[in-house]
């Protein structure tokens, strides 16, 4: 189902993407090669923060934003919530507007998260809603989970609210697909992994020292299988042996899982959909 609107695209960057205070330490950027015709190609493998020169938060997301709005002939893959369920948003939400509350409201990340489960309570006695996106990506958390919120706060505030300023950026599917545009779309390393029949859980470590014997397996499993998929370099695959939290490879089947759905959705009847164009849908 490749669509004709992607000819263009020479290359998808998969985003492991942190909301955290010193967010370039745990976030990263796989940029693979797709040029029809050549082989599957991971072409660089890159931690956000020594890219921007800092971790610190606002400094690497926005330049996060600035790499996106300035790249061509690309798509981006990020792993963070684009917007919220629309049980929970204001009536009649668009993605602009669900920006603006985001890039208005008083609070933090964690009291922004407090209000939605507080939208959610007073339909029912459910704190938590999912996104019909959610649902069919059977993503670990629905997008305002204490351990997510920090992610869909700033990735809506410091990332997608910026870039809606340049009109060759389309961000899928609020955006209609359009060919010459660079592409945005959500995406979820975590529901890519369940889709190819991969272990999803019990590879990261985000303890001190080395990597426990325990979760080698299945990194090992991981690792296997992207090496099947696209050409990698020796140092890159070091890289995600050794990167602890397991971002390193998350990035990169952010970018297949992003480019999986890409080709494989009609984005075109997503876009029709008000509640999907409301609350966004998951490339895996």
């Avoid at 996104?131 to 997608?160: E, K, W």
Wanted: proline fraction near 6%; aromatic fraction near 8%; charge should be positive.
């Amino acid at each position: 189902m490749a669509a004709n609107f992607t000819t263009g695209i020479k290359n998808v960057v998969g985003v492991d993407f942190s909301g955290a205070r010193l967010a370039g330490a745990n976030a990263w950027l796989a940029t693979v090669d797709i040029v029809r015709g050549q082989p599957v190609r991971l072409a660089r493998l890159e931690n956000l923060g020594k890219l921007a020169g800092t971790d610190e938060r606002a400094v690497v997301l926005a330049y996060l934003a600035s790499l996106i709005s300035a790249s061509a002939s690309t798509a981006w893959a990020m792993d963070f919530p684009f917007a919220i369920p629309i049980e929970v948003a204001d009536a009649g939400a668009t993605l602009d507007t669900q920006l603006q509350a985001v890039a208005d409201f008083p609070g933090d990340a964690k009291l922004f998260g407090r209000e939605c489960v507080d939208r959610a309570k007073l339909l029912g006695d459910t704190m938590h809603i999912r996104r019909l996106s959610d649902r069919d990506a059977r993503t670990p958390f629905d997008c305002y989970h204490y351990r997510i919120i920090y992610q869909t706060f700033h990735g809506m505030r410091n990332v997608l609210r910026p870039l809606r300023a340049h009109k060759a950026v389309a961000v899928l599917p609020f955006d209609p697909p359009a060919a010459g545009k660079t592409l945005v779309v959500e995406a979820c390393p975590g529901s890519t992994l369940r889709r190819l029949g991969l272990p999803h859980n019990r590879y990261k470590y985000t303890g001190r020292g080395p990597i426990p014997r325990h979760l080698k397996p299945n990194r090992s499993r991981l690792l296997a299988h992207l090496c099947k998929a696209m050409e990698i370099t020796p140092s890159d695959k070091r890289i995600m042996e050794r990167n602890a939290g397991g971002d390193a490879i998350d990035a990169v089947f952010a970018a297949l899982g992003g480019w999986h759905g890409i080709t494989h959705t009609d984005w075109n009847v997503k876009h029709a959909d008000p509640r999907i164009r409301a609350e966004g849908w998951i490339a895996f």
